[in-house]
């Protein structure tokens, strides 16, 4: 079975704002600008997403209702995941191990080094590193998501790497 997974990092955030906590830190207003154009540019291929999984600090959230919004993906799909806050890759290997086999298309919402660390450990050739509103589209044959990985790799797609 096809398997689709779009790995997205949060868009650019700022850290003007001292008093605010790591997890708490806001979008800049390039943030919002480049994640609706992303989603605008991106809408056809990830219009079918089943689910989005996001982590729990404020600019993943804020990243995955701008571009649900824009790519007119119901916010009911999005789901927030505690552990991908801190997460490394192991820990977001199991996260997308554990995705139901019925779902076919998910987004990450997530942070680096953990995306970038996953993403190189599955592409025939690895990216540097995916930039704030970076974002991969991985897709898979696999008869369930614990069974992704370099080897069921099927096509990709990088060119919505942009540098920051």
Same mark, same amino acid.
């Given at each position: @079975?096809?398997?689709?997974?779009? !790995?997205?990092?949060?868009?650019?955030?700022?850290?003007?704002?001292?008093?605010?906590?790591?997890?708490?830190?806001?979008?800049?207003?390039?943030?919002?600008?480049?994640?609706?154009?992303?989603?605008?540019?991106?809408?056809?291929?990830?219009?079918?997403?089943?689910? !989005?999984?996001?982590?729990?600090?404020?600019?993943?959230?804020?990243?995955?209702?701008?571009?649900? &919004?824009?790519?007119?993906?119901?916010?009911?799909?999005?789901?927030?995941?505690?552990?991908?806050? &801190?997460?490394?890759?192991?820990?977001?290997?199991?996260?997308?191990?554990? !995705?139901?086999?019925?779902?076919?298309?998910? @987004?990450?919402?997530?942070?680096?080094?953990?995306?970038?660390?996953?993403?190189?450990?599955?592409?025939?050739?690895?990216?540097? &590193?995916?930039?704030?509103?970076?974002?991969?589209?991985?897709?898979?044959?696999?008869?369930?998501?614990?069974?992704?990985?370099?080897?069921?790799?099927?096509?990709?797609?990088?060119?919505?790497?942009?540098?920051?």
């Amino acid at each position: @079975m096809r398997r689709e997974l779009f !790995i997205l990092r949060h868009a650019k955030s700022s850290w003007s704002e001292v008093d605010k906590s790591d997890k708490d830190r806001a979008l800049k207003p390039k943030g919002i600008k480049d994640i609706t154009n992303l989603a605008k540019e991106t809408r056809e291929t990830t219009q079918n997403i089943d689910t !989005i999984i996001c982590s729990p600090a404020n600019r993943a959230i804020h990243t995955a209702v701008l571009f649900a &919004e824009e790519a007119g993906i119901p916010l009911s799909a999005i789901s927030i995941n505690e552990k991908l806050y &801190e997460a490394d890759e192991t820990v977001l290997s199991q996260i997308i191990a554990d !995705i139901p086999s019925t779902t076919q298309s998910v @987004m990450i919402v997530g942070h680096n080094p953990t995306l970038s660390y996953y993403v190189n450990s599955i592409l025939p050739e690895p990216i540097f &590193e995916l930039p704030t509103s970076g974002f991969v589209c991985l897709y898979f044959d696999a008869p369930s998501w614990d069974d992704i990985g370099k080897s069921t790799l099927k096509d990709f797609n990088t060119s919505y790497i942009l540098s920051e």
